[in-house]
């Protein structure tokens, strides 16, 4: 990254500036879907990593201890990192299916009401698939369902 280029962080996405759009430029045009593809692609690259990582902790630290409460300790530990690698799981296929949909030019666009998502929103969740409004309804009355 040239010098004179501050890494800025979106969402949760290290150095990618937020995305500025040209005066004109239509919403979801190659430019920003190559964007969106870029910080898709870098969180699941950096998931996949942590993939990597657990499995070679797991066999790193392996042991069998003769002490019981060390050894639930241990088993406690990878149980904890194994769900949270399943939800990394889970994330990379919703990531996988965001590209997808973002190869078949139909990224961006709220799967309820059919408005634009908006850029903003899509940088903080890549993986967004409603407008903020359609989510904030879906969250009502998931809360009232739940009750």
């Not at 392996?62 to 399943?86: G, I, K, M, T, Y």
């Not at 889970?90 to 309820?112: F, R, V």
């Not at 409603?130 to 989510?135: T, W």
Request: aromatic share 6%; proline share 4%.
């Amino acid at each position: 990254m040239p010098t004179n280029e501050k890494q800025q962080s979106t969402g949760n996405f290290s150095g990618f500036a937020p995305y500025v759009a040209t005066k004109g430029e239509e919403y979801m045009g190659a430019p920003m879907r190559a964007h969106f593809t870029k910080i898709l692609n870098k969180w699941k690259q950096d998931l996949m990593q942590e993939v990597d990582r657990t499995v070679d902790h797991m066999k790193d630290e392996a042991a069998n201890f003769p002490d019981p409460a060390d050894r639930a300790s241990q088993e406690e530990e990878f149980s904890l990192e194994l769900r949270a690698r399943d939800r990394e799981r889970k994330l990379i296929k919703k990531i996988d299916k965001t590209l997808q949909l973002i190869e078949d030019e139909e990224y961006g666009w709220c799967e309820s009401c059919g408005i634009e998502i908006g850029i903003r929103r899509l940088e903080a969740r890549p993986t967004a698939d409603l407008c903020i409004d359609c989510k904030t309804l879906a969250e009502i009355k998931e809360k009232q369902v739940g009750k």
